[in-house]
């Protein structure tokens, strides 16, 4: 290992990033069409062959949303996710149940103990 450093074989890029965001309900940064984003992702799940996110809009551009929106995102149009230390709850408007992620679904939030 020459000095290497645990840190320096974890896996990187948009999938590693999405899913670590989802385990440990962290947010992410990304750009998506020429926008800054803070994203809540809540889910990963295939359509039609393509890797799509639904997420939360925390913020977008540096200003909040006018409402909580539940957003999909294609995961190759993300622009540089990176994980950051803000934590997020799952909403409410989150339906793990919905059929659109019936047998597609990649990764979901775990839902908090009521």
Not at 48 to 55: N, R, Y
Not at 81 to 110: D, H, Q
């Amino acid at each position: 290992m020459h000095g290497s450093t645990p840190r320096d074989d974890a896996p990187t890029g948009a999938m590693p990033t999405i899913f670590e965001a989802i385990v440990r309900q962290r947010c992410i940064n990304a750009t998506w069409n020429r926008d800054w984003f803070v994203l809540a992702p809540h889910i990963v799940y295939t359509r039609h062959g393509e890797v799509f996110i639904d997420a939360i809009t925390v913020a977008r551009n540096g200003m909040l949303p006018r409402e909580e929106k539940l957003g999909t995102f294609k995961v190759a149009g993300l622009g540089d996710p990176k994980l950051t230390g803000r934590a997020f709850e799952p909403s409410t408007l989150f339906e793990p149940e919905a059929e659109k992620y019936a047998g597609v679904t990649l990764m979901t939030v775990e839902p908090q103990p009521a």
